[in-house]
């Protein structure tokens, strides 16, 4: 799980395009949105594709995003049950 997480990290910042940021700067547990790292419905967005390409995952249903996209941690516990690649 913790190799996933720290994976997701990479990703987030390549995919969101975070040139000065490094997976150590992002907390595991912190909100993804509004407080923590600040991501917007654009961002929102940027995942979603990620989770797709990635891992294989579409998101039927966008309510399920708050709950998923909550942290890296809640990202990563949904990869790990729903993963296809």
Do not use: H, W
């Amino acid at each position: 799980m913790e190799q996933l997480i720290e994976q997701l990290k990479a990703q987030i910042i390549e995919a969101l395009n975070f040139e000065d940021m490094t997976p150590t700067d992002i907390e595991t547990d912190a909100p993804l949105f509004g407080e923590g790292l600040g991501l917007d419905s654009i961002d929102a967005l940027e995942l979603i594709m990620l989770m797709d390409r990635e891992y294989g995952i579409k998101l039927s249903d966008p309510k399920e995003g708050k709950a998923i996209f909550r942290s890296v941690r809640t990202m990563a516990e949904f990869i790990q049950a729903n993963r296809k690649k």
